[in-house]
């Protein structure tokens, strides 16, 4: 199996805490790839240093063979890696459907120039709120969707870049168990059309349901991974989380 | 106008709504003809000098939500370019004042790139450092700048005092008109879906793709290349330039009150900002004279506007006119019913056709 994303002996320290101590990981291209750990183990620190949100102090990244480390965030939404946000972001006085459209990509000056709400991208927003459910919200403003609701837009607003490999940073945080039946659904799927996912996730259950390699981290750097029935059964992983 | 992404469209149907920017426009147009004397002709330039700068301000204010206090000097550095090319250059009136303003706009690309990179209350206090560097140079520098003794520029018409305003007046009002339309015409683009993105949550823009420091830098140089023709403009009018008041926080300040006042996120509201602002500043000086009364109304003024219309006067009144359509308000939107929802995505359904 190839990689889809790599780091080498990634790095970052904010002051005297160490976030990222060497993190060497590669997810698989094409699969539905966790990453899992304690609290503070660096998890959303790592998704920040590979998306460019912080630059890490040392270390590579590479996306599908090509080093992306000192690359601006757009850059790399650019090269074909969306990602959500540990705490949903959404652009709360926009509507739905702007929400959606805002991840359209004007190719040059004229591009830009050209209306932002255009028939074809409409018909695809739609599709996106209409595949996760919210369609009917369409119009209105995002700052007055329910926090699950927010989360599926935020969701459809990276799918509508069209991203290879989406990062989602919990996704199952403080949603109901039918939306998240919904979330892990919509996963499965999409990773069936091609798309690989690497997943922050504390909710154990459904990592071990959609995942197909996890990685779990410690003190920010990989002590573990591979499929889940052997997570599941690992002592190092089993004494990270429980101390013992 | 709502913004074209605003959420909240208007209920005023379209016909409604050419009906009143006509409205405007005739206003605008024939004012010159019923203004009673000199006086008003000359005070109604000034305003118009505000709705121009108000609106360019506008363009990084309302798009982005970087709030400048700095336009007073790109103002001032239109203003100077076009008197200096004028008297040091000998060169045409009008063609001094297109090239202030491509001046101004290629020294906006290294002060956007400085001032960008920071955000919130750390962009205002650069935007402020503008304007005191910009004071102190053109200050000291009198040999060039004429200093503090200011610089007088030649006017560019042999006219009556009277006729000299009224050509002012209706130059004001096509560069509002230029201005005003480019705003509605980025508003609709991609461009400034992308702006307004990075207003309300610029790392989440940036993660979606959009090279957020780029659409900044150019929305800024566009601001300062419109903020610089309405100073060059000033200019020609008034005649006489004194860096006291073409670098002054103080006109950043006023931008800014206007904006918010009207609404940052409408096509018109720094339009109607500068309108009630610019009327009650003149007012304030003619009735109180050389005193700070017209600052402390205005500061009143600014206050009473984020406690109570944080949107802006156009938007407060769009919501009252909603609230008088639909009866009580909904306050979230769970207590719609599955009705209502159809029949609201219907009908902004019509509003976004005719966008397509």
């Not at chain 2, 639909?326 to 306050?331: M, Y």
Request: proline letters at 5%; hydrophobic letters at 50%.
């Amino acid at each position: 199996m190839t990689a889809s994303l790599e780091t080498s002996d990634l790095r970052k320290a904010f002051g005297g805490v160490t976030a990222l101590d060497g993190a060497t990981v590669r997810f698989r291209h094409g699969q539905v790839n966790a990453l899992i750990g304690p609290n503070g183990s660096g998890k959303t620190t790592y998704f920040n240093c590979v998306t460019g949100m912080i630059r890490p102090d040392s270390g590579t990244v590479t996306y599908r063979g090509k080093e992306v480390t000192k690359k601006a965030p757009h850059a790399i939404a650019r090269a074909g890696i969306g990602r959500t946000f540990q705490l949903c972001r959404v652009f709360p006085r926009m509507s739905a459907l702007d929400n959606v459209l805002a991840a359209v990509r004007p190719g040059g000056i004229l591009g830009g120039l050209r209306g932002a709400r255009r028939g074809a991208e409409i018909d695809r927003a739609r599709g996106w709120l209409t595949r996760l459910g919210i369609e009917h919200l369409l119009h209105v403003e995002a700052r007055n969707l329910s926090w699950g609701q927010q989360k599926l837009l935020e969701l459809a607003g990276v799918l509508m870049g069209d991203p290879e490999t989406v990062l989602l940073d919990e996704p199952a945080g403080g949603v109901n168990p039918a939306l998240l039946d919904r979330i892990a659904t919509l996963v499965r799927e999409l990773n069936a059309e091609g798309r690989t996912f690497v997943i922050v996730e504390h909710n154990m259950d459904l990592v071990m349901s959609i995942s197909d390699h996890i990685v779990v981290f410690d003190r920010g750097r990989p002590i573990a991974e591979g499929p889940p029935s052997t997570i599941r059964t690992d002592e190092r992983v089993l004494g990270a989380y429980l101390g013992v | 106008m709502p913004s074209d992404s605003d959420p909240r469209p208007s209920r005023l149907g379209p016909a409604l709504r050419i009906a009143a920017i006509l409205v405007l426009a005739a206003a605008l147009l024939s004012f010159p003809s019923l203004a009673p004397n000199p006086y008003v002709l000359s005070a109604s330039v000034v305003v118009l000098n505000y709705a121009v700068l108000a609106t360019s301000w506008n363009f990084v204010g309302g798009f982005t939500g970087y709030v400048s206090l700095g336009h007073g000097a790109l103002a001032g550095l239109g203003g100077y370019g076009t008197g200096l090319f004028i008297v040091k250059a000998g060169l045409p009136s009008f063609l001094s004042l297109v090239l202030a303003a491509l001046l101004v706009a290629v020294i906006a690309v290294p002060i956007g790139m400085a001032a960008l990179r920071v955000r919130g209350a750390s962009f205002v206090i650069v935007s402020i450092a503008l304007v005191l560097i910009l004071l102190l140079v053109f200050q000291s520098w009198a040999s060039f700048t004429g200093g503090s003794r200011g610089l007088v520029v030649p006017r560019p018409f042999e006219l009556s005092r009277p006729e000299h305003h009224r050509v002012f007046y209706f130059l004001y009002a096509a560069l509002l008109f230029v201005a005003t339309l480019t705003w509605w015409l980025i508003d609709r683009s991609r461009f400034g879906l992308g702006l307004k993105a990075i207003r309300e949550d610029e790392d989440k823009a940036e993660a979606l793709g959009t090279p957020t420091f780029t659409y900044k830098l150019v929305v800024f140089v566009v601001s300062a290349t419109f903020t610089a023709l309405s100073g060059g403009l000033y200019a020609l009018w008034f005649g006489d330039l004194d860096p006291v008041f073409q670098f002054s926080i103080l006109t950043g300040s006023y931008l800014v009150l206007m904006a918010l006042l009207g609404g940052v996120r409408n096509l018109f509201g720094p339009l109607v900002g500068a309108l009630v602002v610019g009327i009650a500043l003149e007012y304030f000086k003619v009735e109180f004279g050389n005193t700070p009364l017209h600052l402390v109304a205005t500061g009143l003024l600014l206050a009473l506007v984020v406690m109570f219309m944080p949107d802006g006067v156009l938007p407060a009144l769009g919501s009252l006119i909603q609230r008088f359509r639909r009866g009580p308000q909904q306050g979230s939107i769970r207590e719609m019913t599955a009705a209502e929802l159809r029949d609201d995505r219907a009908r902004q359904d019509a509003t976004i056709g005719g966008t397509r």
